[in-house]
């Protein structure tokens, strides 16, 4: 049984998914007018505060590594910088095969996944959910989201596929709710991800829902935190997407990911279950509490050789840098990689745009002032996410670059990763500035 945790102070399954909405170094990239020179050579070279930020938290021990991918345009294999080993103490390094929990970068791929089958006629950006999962036809919506479960109002409006894209269909998540709602998630088994076999203090063990399809018809008897298209707010959306697209297309969530995205891309890594063959690819994921690092999911034994109780299309993959870098550069080619169509041009610019329906606040939320697309941040011309143990990855469509970082340690808020890459991607960019102006 797989380790389902629920809110503590000290190291709680919110602390352990928060913070999974940043963007990758590439946003940063934007101004540079000179992109293309970048990727001419060694990256390290070209991005020495990047790659001393790399070496640091590996040489130091904070993390046992941290890998990240640049690529330009339709450029076959990305450039890398950084590295460490698969796990602290262990001799193995990562490389761009490495397997790495991707958690949250899993709903940019179910994201355009929705985008194929809207492209294709068979699902409405506006569609009510309800024509597809009858069961969701008349919710109910919390008067308090914090509050008892019995005081709701009906829904004013019917939850779209546009609305479960962009995390505004006024649905919950066990990682975000509060109150009795929280517990009714936990007690229904609506969990977002998983974290470890191992049992920690404190953790409750929740079961998980017996499949997507019963997953989604539990949820659908809990009321909503908000009315549909009023406010965005972190949710379970992208995963009950997973069963809106068995329904429509006839096939199970991860065979249809399967076909219709990873075979096309050249995906190879990338699963709900690693294989046994593979586990020697598979890091280590740890987590960090008062400055100690401790082993929460080792590749030896984890929760990830198992198959999934419900694959979850919000944060249930396993992926390589490599794999992930074929699927940002796939967007990059508006939908073809290798001379390969896996989705039209069309449904990539609308997938990677801002979908927020118009009626929606975000004042207050992670997304203040910027777009939501099929999956993932929307800004400008650039579009990506973040998981939650570390990853990052994002495109940016003016410069036609891909950027991705990949590390594993739990909660992200515990070093300032994310931040000091943003700092040094900053640095390295003006000392390139200033080496092109001075020559």
């Given at each position: 049984m797989s380790?389902?945790?629920?809110?503590?102070?000290?190291?709680?399954?919110r602390s352990l998914f928060r913070h999974s909405?940043?963007?990758?170094?590439?946003?940063a990239l934007a101004s540079l007018p000179f992109g293309r020179q970048l990727l001419a050579h060694d990256v390290a070279e070209s991005w020495p505060n990047v790659a001393a930020?790399?070496?640091?938290?590996v040489s130091e021990r904070k993390l046992a590594n941290l890998f990240l991918t640049f690529g330009w345009d339709q450029q076959e294999h990305a450039h890398t910088v950084g590295g460490g080993t698969l796990a602290l103490g262990k001799p193995t390094p990562v490389d761009e095969n490495s397997l790495y929990r991707i958690y949250s970068m899993s709903k940019p791929i179910t994201g355009m996944a929705t985008m194929i089958l809207i492209d294709?006629?068979?699902?409405?950006l506006d569609q009510p959910v309800a024509e597809i999962l009858p069961a969701f036809r008349d919710m109910r919506v919390l008067v308090?989201?914090?509050?008892?479960?019995?005081?709701?109002?009906?829904?004013?409006?019917?939850?779209?596929?546009?609305?479960?894209?962009?995390h505004t269909a006024g649905l919950g998540y066990s990682i975000i709710s509060k109150g009795p709602l929280q517990a009714?998630?936990?007690?229904?088994?609506?969990?977002g991800g998983r974290v470890s076999r191992m049992p920690l203090p404190g953790f409750p063990n929740v079961t998980p829902a017996p499949g997507l399809a019963v997953w989604a018809d539990r949820l659908a008897e809990l009321p909503l935190m908000y009315q549909p298209a009023t406010k965005w707010s972190y949710s379970c959306s992208i995963d009950l997407l997973g069963r809106v697209i068995e329904v429509v297309s006839g096939m199970e969530f991860e065979a249809f990911l399967k076909k219709r995205i990873f075979e096309p891309c050249g995906m190879t890594s990338t699963w709900m279950q690693v294989p046994a063959s593979e586990v020697h690819r598979l890091t280590d994921n740890y987590g960090i509490l008062g400055g100690n690092v401790f082993p929460l999911d080792p590749a030896a034994n984890s929760v990830y050789l198992d198959a999934p109780e419900v694959p979850a299309g919000g944060g249930g993959l396993v992926s390589s840098p490599r794999d992930y870098d074929r699927f940002l550069r796939m967007l990059l080619g508006y939908g073809r990689i290798d001379g390969k169509f896996v989705m039209s041009e069309e449904a990539v610019r609308v997938g990677v745009s801002d979908l927020l329906p118009a009626t929606v606040d975000t004042k207050g939320s992670w997304l203040e002032g910027e777009g939501h697309g099929a999956g993932g941040r929307s800004k400008g011309a650039t579009f990506g996410w973040g998981g939650?143990?570390?990853?990052?990855?994002a495109v940016d469509f003016d410069l036609k670059l891909r950027t991705g970082l990949?590390?594993?340690y739990m909660p992200t808020e515990a070093y300032p990763v994310r931040e000091e890459f943003m700092a040094a991607v900053e640095a390295d960019l003006a000392a390139m500035r200033a080496k092109k102006k001075a020559a």
């Open positions: 380790l389902h945790v629920s809110a503590t102070p000290a190291l709680s399954r909405a940043l963007f990758a170094g590439g946003a930020m790399a070496n640091r938290y294709e006629g068979k699902l409405g308090d989201p914090a509050g008892a479960l019995e005081d709701t109002v009906p829904a004013d409006r019917p939850i779209t596929i546009r609305q479960l894209l962009t009714a998630y936990n007690e229904a088994g609506l969990v939650a143990a570390g990853t990052l990855a990949f590390t594993q």
